[in-house]
């Protein structure tokens, strides 16, 4: 788990790989999950990249999700 310094350094926008890495959320789950909400606020997509906004997500975490 990260500590509260470096998760701040992180970037604004997570690959998949540090996105299920910093949230502990397996990479297949994740990709599926961005799959299933593209288009949501929290997703970047340039060209076949996929993007996480770090402090959305989180947001949408805390607020939604108990299980993925």
Known sequence: M????SY???????TIAQASKVFGIGEK????FV????REDYI??????????????KKYLDE???VL
């Open 64 to 66: 939604n999700i108990t």
């Open 2 to 5: 990260q500590n509260s310094n």
């Open 35 to 38: 799959k299933e909400h593209i």
């Open 44 to 57: 970047i997509q340039i060209g076949s990249h996929i993007r996480i906004k770090r402090e959305l997500f």
């Open 8 to 14: 701040e350094n992180l970037p604004y926008c997570l």
């Open 29 to 32: 789950t994740l990709r599926r």
